[in-house]
C-alpha cells in the first residue's frame, strides 16, 4: 500500500463531464478514509490515551485537519461540484446520485464560506475555552469564563454572518446541525412544548406524591455485573457487537470510526444501576443507526446519517419510547433480577417501571426526566437566539438563565455550576446544537406511532423482547436512507406525514397521567 | 488547527543555507507525526478493532503510508539533506544534528532507492502472504505457502539488489534492520554461540535431570490476578503508567504511540503463569527504552530508538539477565505468593527460580530457553543466507530446516507448523530480521558486565526489588543516547569496549552449571 498513486494525478482540465461524477466520488471517499482517520485518533484519546499524550496527540489531529481542510477547499474540488451540477451531468443522476452532489455543496460552501484565519482562530480558542470552561465550573465561578465566552460568541458570530449570505445569523447555525431547520419551525414548535409541559409537570407536583422504589437502597451493584447486564441488552436490542465494542469513558458517546466498527461508551456509578443502563441504551440507540447505514453507500454523503436530530431520535427512541415503557420492563425485569440477585423479591416490574419514569423539576439537563428534559432545551434555545441576535450580553447570562428556569421549573440555581455552567457546548461554540435533541425526542414518539400501526400487537413483542421487527422497520425507514433527501423529509416519508410534537406530548401525557392519577 | 499552512509553503531555492537544518527537521517532524497516527491506527487494530474492519483500517492504512512516501521521496527533501551535508552547514552542528543529518540520508536512500512498482508490489504481496501462510500453518501444509514464499523471496533480493549498490545482497537487508551489521561479523559469531551452546546443553542433556517444580500442577491462576501482578512488577521495574498502558493481544508486542504514550500488551494462559509472566518483562524492557528516550530530541531520527537489536537488548535484559536471576525470585517470590496463595508453601524462591531456567529442546522458537534460543537463531540466519544467495531453493527448505534442527538441537519437526512454517517473518519478506534477536541476547549480557561493576551491591539491590540503579544506568547510557550514534556504537559507548558474545557466554554457561551440576 506504499505508493498508490494519488487517484487524480494526472486529471486535466479536458475531464470528461461523465467522468465528473466518479472522480468527485473518489474525492469524497478521500476525505471519508481521513475522517476515519480521525474518528479512530478522538475515538483512543477519549477512552484509551493517557492524559500525558494529549499535546501529541493534538498535534497528529491537527496535521489531520490541516490536510482535510486543505482538500476541503482545493479550487478543483469546487470545480468538480460545478461540472456535477450542470444539467449534462445532474439530469443523468439517479436519487442517491443526486444527494451525493448536493450534499457536496453544502460542505463545499461550509468549508469554503469561512476564511482560514477565522477557522483557525476559533480551533485555538476552542481549545483553550474547553479548559477554561473545565476549571470554571469547577470552582462554580462564570466570571472565570465570561471573557473567554464573550470571545467565542464573537467567533461565532462572525461566522454564523458569513454562513448565513443575508438571511439570519442564528438561523444559518441552527442550520450547520440540523440542514434546514429554522427559527420559524422551531418557535410554534418549543412554543406548544412549553404550553404542555409546564401544566403538566404543575399537575405531576400537585398529584400525591408516589411512594417510589429506589435501586439505591439495594445496592451496590458491581461494575461487571452492570457492564455485563448492559451488554446483553444492547445485543438483544440488536447490537452487533462483532462490528463494533462497548468501552468505558468519562463522558459517554458513540461513533463510527468506519462503517463495520461502530463503537460506543458508558460510565458505571456502583451505588445504582440506572443511569449506566439508560446510557447504554441511549448510545446503543445511536450506534443501531450507524451500523444500520446502506453499506452500498459507504464513504459517500449519502451513505452517512442525515442529522444531529435524527440521529437524537434513534438514541431516545431506545433509551425512551421504548426503554422506559411498561411492556420493556415487563421483559427487562427478570433479567434484571438474574443479574442483581439482591433485587429478587424486593420489587416487581411495575415498580421498577415506576421507579425509572421518577418525574421532577432538577437543574442538571442530562439526569432530566422526560417531562423537563425540553423545557431545560427551550431555555437554551431562548438564550441562545438573544445572544447571537445581541439582545443579550455574556455578562447577564447568568441572571437570564436562573430566571428563566425559575420561571419554567420552579427552582433557581444557587450556583453556576449548576445553571449556566454545566453544559460543555457553548465552551466549542455550539451555538445552534441543542434543539436537536429536542427534535430527536419529537421525532422518536413520532416515529412510533407508524411504528405501532405497522408491527402488530407490539407491546407484546416488547413485552417478549422481540426487538426485531423493530430494529427492521428503523433499518427499512431511517437508517438505510442515510442523508437520500433532508433530515425532516426522511422523517416525513418514513411516517407518511410531517414531523410534529404531538406524537410526543400525546404519549408522555398519557403515560404520566396514568403514573400521577391525573385527569387531563 | 484547522487551517495553520504547511511549513514549507513557500519555500524557495533561495533557501538561507542556515535555515535548511531547521527546514529539515520540521519536514522529519511531521513525518514523525504521521508515524504517530499509523503506530495508533496499528496498535488499536491488533489490540482493539472488531476484525470486520479490516479492510476498512487497511485503507486509512494505505491512504496514511502513501502521504508518508510521498513526502519521504519528495525531491525537496532530498535537496534540503544535501544542503545539510554541505561543509559549511554541517560543519557548524553539534553531534545530535549531525545524527539527525546521517539518519536522514540514511532513510532517503532506503526510501528512494526502490521503485515505486516495487514497494508497491511488495506491500500488496505481504498482505496475501500473511494471510496464506497463516492458512497454511493451521493446516501444517507447507505446500500452500512455498509459492507465495517464493515470489516474497524473489520481490526482496530484487531489493536488496538495489539497496546494496554493488555490495552484498544479504548484507542489504541485515542493515535494514541493524545499521551497519554484516555477515562478516554475524558468522564468527555465531560460530563461537554455536561451539559454546551445542556442547553445554548435550552437557545439560547428559546430567541426571533434575526435578523441577512445576507451576502447571497448581493453577488456575485467574487472568485478572495475572493481571494485576505483571502491572505491579511492570511497575516496580520503572514502567510509567501514566505515560502509558497495558493491554491484551494474541501476539504480545510494545508500540509507541507518542513519547508520552507508550503501550505494551500481553497474552494470558490460566494454567500457568509464567508464560505471560515473562511476556510481561520483555515487552517492559521494551517499553522503558522508549519512555528512556530524550523528550528534547521528540520527532527527530535522533530522538528514536536506534536499532532492532538495541531495543532487544532491553527486552532481553529484563526478562532474562535479570528476570531469571536467582536475586530476582528472591524478591518475586513472596509477591507471587501473595497474588496466588494456592502457591504458598508448596514452593520457594530457589525452586521457582529453577522452574524458571528450565532447558531443553524445543521445536517452537518462542518457547525456548537462554541456551537453545539463539541455536534456533542461527538456524533462521544460515538459511536466509542461502535463499538470498540462491544456494537455497524454496522447495529445498523445510528438509534444509529439519536436518539443521535436529543436527544441532537432536529433535526433528514431525510437521512443517513446528518446523518452517512457525515464524510469521518470512510472510512479510523480513528476511535479515532474525540476527537482531541474537544480537539482544548477547547486548544485554555485555552490557550487564559493566552494570554490574557501575552498580554497587547489585545483587543485593535486586533482591530487594532496587531495581532503580539500573534502570538509571540504562536510562543514562543506552535509553537517552537515543540514535546519536551507530546501535554498537552506543553499546561500545556504555560499556567502554566493543560488543562480543563473551559475556552472554561466560554468564549462561556459569548459571547452568551450577543449576545442573556441570563441571566446565
Known amino acids: 500500500m506504499m505508493s498508490v498513486p494519488h487517484p487524480f494525478e494526472g486529471m486535466t482540465c479536458s475531464l470528461n463531464m461523465a467522468d465528473a461524477y466518479d472522480a468527485l466520488i473518489a474525492r469524497l471517499k478521500e476525505l471519508s478514509v481521513m475522517g476515519e482517520i480521525g474518528a479512530t485518533l478522538a475515538y483512543d484519546q477519549e477512552v484509551f490515551m493517557p492524559s500525558s499524550a494529549t499535546q501529541a496527540r493534538g498535534d497528529a489531529m491537527g496535521w489531520l485537519a490541516k490536510e482535510m481542510h486543505a482538500r476541503s477547499t482545493d479550487t478543483s474540488l469546487g470545480e468538480l461540484i460545478s461540472?456535477?451540477?450542470?444539467?449534462?451531468?445532474?439530469?443523468?443522476?439517479?436519487?442517491d446520485q443526486k444527494a451525493n452532489i448536493i450534499e457536496a455543496r453544502r460542505s463545499w460552501e461550509r468549508s469554503t464560506r469561512l476564511p482560514a484565519d477565522l477557522v483557525e482562530a476559533t480551533a485555538k480558542h476552542q481549545a483553550l475555552a474547553q479548559m477554561v470552561w473545565a476549571e470554571a465550573r469547577a470552582a462554580s465561578d462564570f466570571s472565570r469564563f465570561s471573557g473567554t465566552l464573550s470571545t467565542m460568541l464573537d467567533l461565532k458570530k462572525q461566522a454564523a454572518s458569513?454562513?448565513?449570505?443575508?438571511?439570519?445569523?442564528?438561523?444559518?447555525?441552527?442550520?450547520?446541525?440540523?440542514?434546514?431547520?429554522?427559527?420559524?419551525?422551531?418557535?410554534?414548535?418549543?412554543?406548544?412544548?412549553?404550553a404542555t409541559l409546564v401544566p403538566l409537570l404543575a399537575g405531576i407536583q400537585a398529584a400525591p406524591a408516589p411512594t417510589l422504589f429506589r435501586f439505591e437502597d439495594h445496592g451496590p451493584y458491581p461494575i461487571a455485573v452492570q457492564e455485563a447486564f448492559g451488554r446483553e441488552i444492547s445485543e438483544a436490542l440488536g447490537f452487533d457487537f462483532k462490528r463494533g465494542r462497548m468501552d468505558v469513558?468519562?463522558?459517554?458517546?458513540?461513533?463510527?470510526?468506519?462503517?463495520?466498527?461502530?463503537?460506543?461508551?458508558?460510565?458505571?456509578?456502583?451505588?445504582?444501576?440506572?443511569?449506566a443502563f439508560y446510557g447504554t441504551l441511549h448510545e446503543t440507540g445511536h450506534s443501531l443507526y450507524e451500523q444500520g447505514l446502506d453499506q452500498s453507500h459507504i464513504r459517500t454523503p449519502r451513505g452517512e446519517s442525515v442529522s444531529l436530530g435524527v440521529h437524537e431520535s434513534q438514541s431516545?427512541?431506545?433509551?425512551?419510547?421504548?426503554?422506559?415503557?411498561r411492556p420493556f420492563w415487563e421483559w427487562l425485569w427478570p433479567r434484571m433480577v438474574k443479574h442483581f440477585p439482591q433485587l429478587d423479591g424486593v420489587a416487581d416490574?411495575?415498580?421498577?417501571?415506576?421507579?425509572?419514569?421518577?418525574?421532577?423539576?432538577?437543574?442538571?439537563?442530562?439526569?432530566?426526566?422526560?417531562?423537563?428534559?425540553?423545557?431545560?432545551?427551550?431555555?437554551?434555545?431562548?438564550?441562545?437566539?438573544?445572544?447571537?441576535?445581541?439582545?443579550?450580553s455574556v455578562d447577564e447570562l447568568?441572571?437570564?438563565?436562573?430566571?428563566?428556569?425559575?420561571?419554567?421549573?420552579?427552582?433557581?440555581?444557587?450556583?453556576?455550576?449548576?445553571?449556566?455552567?454545566?453544559?460543555?457546548?457553548w465552551s466549542f461554540g455550539a451555538f445552534g446544537y441543542f434543539p436537536t435533541y429536542t427534535l430527536g425526542n419529537l421525532y422518536a414518539a413520532h416515529l412510533f406511532t407508524t411504528i405501532r400501526?405497522?408491527?402488530?400487537?407490539?407491546?407484546?413483542k416488547v413485552a417478549a423482547g422481540e426487538f426485531a421487527p423493530i430494529l427492521t422497520w428503523l433499518r427499512n425507514k431511517i437508517h438505510s436512507k442515510g442523508s437520500v433527501t433532508t433530515p425532516e423529509g426522511i422523517i416525513e416519508a418514513a411516517s407518511g406525514r410531517p414531523p410534529t410534537a404531538k406524537a410526543f406530548l400525546d404519549s408522555l401525557s398519557a403515560k404520566m397521567s396514568k403514573l400521577h392519577g391525573l385527569t387531563s
Open 162 to 194: 458569513l454562513l448565513s449570505d443575508g438571511g439570519d445569523h442564528y438561523d444559518a447555525l441552527l442550520d450547520l446541525y440540523e440542514t434546514g431547520l429554522t427559527q420559524s419551525a422551531l418557535d410554534p414548535m418549543f412554543a406548544e412544548l412549553e
Open 398 to 425: 447568568p441572571k437570564a438563565w436562573d430566571d428563566m428556569m425559575e420561571n419554567m421549573l420552579g427552582i433557581r440555581p444557587t450556583n453556576a455550576a449548576e445553571g449556566c455552567l454545566q453544559d460543555i457546548h
Open 349 to 392: 416490574a411495575e415498580q421498577a417501571f415506576r421507579a425509572a419514569n421518577c418525574v421532577g423539576p432538577t437543574f442538571i439537563r442530562v439526569e432530566a426526566d422526560e417531562v423537563t428534559y425540553n423545557l431545560h432545551i427551550l431555555l437554551r434555545y431562548r438564550i441562545e437566539q438573544r445572544l447571537i441576535a445581541g439582545d443579550l
Open 83 to 95: 461540472s456535477c451540477e450542470s444539467d449534462d451531468v445532474f439530469g443523468g443522476l439517479d436519487v
Open 249 to 275: 469513558s468519562t463522558h459517554p458517546f458513540s461513533s463510527g470510526l468506519s462503517t463495520n466498527d461502530i463503537r460506543f461508551t458508558t460510565r458505571y456509578d456502583s451505588l445504582e444501576p440506572l443511569s
Open 453 to 460: 400501526q405497522d408491527v402488530s400487537e407490539l407491546d407484546d
Open 316 to 325: 431516545r427512541f431506545w433509551e425512551n419510547t421504548i426503554g422506559r415503557s
